[in-house]
């Protein structure tokens, strides 16, 4: 019956009740997995991938989610195949867990902060191995060893918000590894992470898979991510099945249109080779970016001299400050007009404070800001407010950024009425054309933050930064969390209002390749320093520094013939930056490898 695949979902329908009546997740899909076989279930928000993997859990049911047609055949251990759809919750919680493992999108929410990360791992063998307690833990720690986290038998007993991001994610794959499943579903589960721990996370799944046997259903709207795990790709889009097919069928000769728009829409590391300036991506079915490459000029904007910020961090009876984290430590570097500077690094190498030092939301301990012939640094807080006139910020997360009681057009609006620059008719018609800028509907001027797509708050944000004509943005990871092709829509009208407008960009990311197709210079960050900058066809070209190399060693690449494995990833554990207070690090000296490009060559610590 299920010609020895390990799950078939056949015909699956799957609707969610709302006050508006029912709204279909998912119509007619149907696809399998066997044994020892990655699947990526690949498409973007609301296209129906997680609730396929929900549905084959039986967990959609709690999120208001109902089966109402289909069936979800599973090859159990020892009882031979069962229709999922129609057993009881009771006979599910056994398989969940016992023969089929999870790995959710988010660890912080998969994870119970109130238990030690050992208790969270015995549980599960206790309950379906029917462990003691002292060959659970032993168990836990052969997990930990597994998965490779330095120091297993200290993080048994230490609890989840005490772990890195990545770690977490090791832990959250242990826990869904624990029983050894014999399906294994993975729900976007490197999607906030970096792009190193990204490579290892993977590298060490497939591992996992290859030595147990376990098969893997790989949900993720990353194309990068499939190439290189995939054996098998089912493309979703909109509550349908679009297509199917092996993965180098998929990429090298995708048959469905919403496949090529996905794969047009991916950024390549080396995409860019032999250019020197950004320009815009090529998106299937869409000719309106005709924009050319984007020079800008070599006359600076924002000069930053040695910059330094540090938190303090306060312990003991008194709260007394007993460190510093060195957040930013002594970085230099010049934005020209109508050009972009990338800062690159992985989460905590201080990229995004260094974009709030710039515009003075987090205040830097010293350091030299001049921005278009002014000290940032010395201006008093209504000169400040002034000069923020000319420096806009776009942040990571719109929803939080964005009033959820405000309409849109008041929200594009605000910086306009804050400075008196506009008002009445003209302020209608100039919010009316922003929008137009932005290319969102009018009709959504009277709509709330939350009738939105994350990809159309992040217009509405940008739109909002645009409001005042700026000459620097600040644009802090502004495109992580968006879909491929919305991502790839967002970049393109960046570089159009960069070259209609002379806009200058500082473009904070962790993404290689976005960082390659948008910057016209590049800054490598790592523990709070500057270790690589110059053009960014050189940093990209010819890495110098062994961390810049590393960083893109690991960038997964859409090309399932050039995949990764764990042998090409060599990764140091990076170093904690708080150290006491009066410790004062050494100055950042710098060799000058190729005109404009310069490496650090001392306190690199890599």
């Known amino acids: ?102 790995i959710f999108q988010e660890p912080m929410t998969a994870l119970n902060p109130v238990y030690t990360v050992g208790r969270q791992l015995t549980e599960g063998l206790r309950l379906h191995k029917k462990l003691s307690k002292v060959k659970a833990k032993m168990r836990a720690l052969e997990l930990l060893k597994q998965v490779r986290i330095p120091e297993p038998e200290r993080r048994l007993y230490q609890y989840p918000h005490e772990l890195s991001g990545g770690m977490r994610q090791r832990v959250v794959i242990a826990m869904a590894m624990a029983c050894e499943p014999r399906l294994l579903i993975a729900d976007e589960p490197t999607t906030a992470l970096d792009v190193t721990i990204q490579a290892e996370i993977l590298a060490l799944m497939d591992r996992l898979k290859r030595e147990t046997g376990t098969a893997v259903m790989f ?110 430590e002594d970085v230099s570097f010049t934005v020209n007009k109508g050009q972009t500077l990338s800062l690159v690094g992985e989460s905590g190498c201080g990229k995004s404070t260094a974009g709030r030092s710039i515009l003075r939301l987090v205040e830097p301990e010293s350091g030299h800001v001049e921005f278009d ?15 923020r006139q000319d420096m ?6 719109p929803f939080a950024s964005l009033n959820p009681q405000m309409k849109l057009s ?3 609006a605000e910086p306009m009425r804050n400075y008196g620059t506009h008002a009445g008719d003209e302020m209608r018609d100039r919010v009316a054309m922003l929008f137009d800028r932005v290319e969102l509907p009018r009709a959504f001027m009277n709509r709330y933050p939350h009738e939105l797509s994350g990809g159309q708050r992040q217009r509405i944000a940008i739109a909002r930064a645009l409001a005042l004509n700026p000459k620097l943005i600040v644009a802090d990871e502004a495109v992580s969390a968006l879909d491929v092709s919305v991502q790839a829509q967002v970049l393109n009208l960046l570089m159009e209002l960069q070259a209609d407008f002379g806009i200058s960009y500082v473009f904070i990311s962790h993404d290689m390749a976005v960082v390659e197709r948008v910057s016209h210079f590049v800054g490598v960050m790592y ?55 009066g410790y004062e690090p050494g100055p950042s000296e710098y060799e000058e490898v190729g005109p404009g490009h310069k490496v650090l060559i001392s306190n690199s610590g890599y």
Request: charged fraction near 25%; aromatic fraction near 4%; include cysteine.
């Open 373 to 387: 012939c002014c000290d940032v640094m010395s201006l008093k807080s209504k000169e400040m407010h002034r000069v």
């Open 219 to 328: 949900i993720t709207h990353d194309m990068a991510v499939v190439a290189q795990m995939a054996d098998r790709v089912v493309v979703m889009f909109r509550g349908n099945k679009v297509e199917e097919g092996t993965v180098e069928d998929i990429f090298e000769s995708p048959r469905h249109d919403y496949t090529k728009s996905l794969l047009a829409a991916v950024p390549k590391l080396g995409d860019m080779r032999g250019t020197d300036v950004p320009s815009p991506m090529k998106l299937f079915g869409d000719d309106s970016h005709t924009t050319a490459s984007i020079l800008g000029t070599d006359e600076p904007l924002l000069e930053v001299r040695n910059l330094t910020t540090r938190f303090p961090v306060q312990g003991g009876f008194l709260r007394r400050t007993v460190a510093k984290v060195h957040a930013v």
């Open 1 to 102: 019956m299920l010609d020895k695949a390990i799950a078939s979902i056949e015909n699956l329908r799957v609707e969610f009740e709302t006050k508006d009546g029912p709204v279909l997740g998912v119509e007619d899909v149907s696809f399998k997995v066997n044994p020892g076989e990655t699947v990526c279930i690949v498409g973007e928000s609301g296209s129906g991938k997680s609730v396929s993997s929900l549905s084959l859990m039986r967990l959609v049911e709690f999120g208001g989610g109902k089966i109402r047609g289909g069936r979800l055949l599973f090859d159990r251990r020892n009882g031979g195949a069962a229709d999922l759809a129609d057993i009881k919750q009771d006979l599910m919680r056994t398989i969940r867990g016992n023969e089929m493992g999870m």
């Open 527 to 581: 523990l709070g320093r500057i270790v690589e900058l110059g053009p960014r066809r050189s940093v990209f070209e010819n890495p110098q520094h062994p961390y810049t190399q590393a960083l893109m060693k690991a960038v997964p690449i859409a090309d399932p013939t050039r995949r990764k494995t764990e042998k090409d990833l060599n990764f140091k554990p990076i170093p904690s930056p708080i150290h006491p207070i």
């Open 410 to 412: 008041d929200q594009v």
């Open 392 to 397: 806009q910020m776009i942040f990571q997360d």
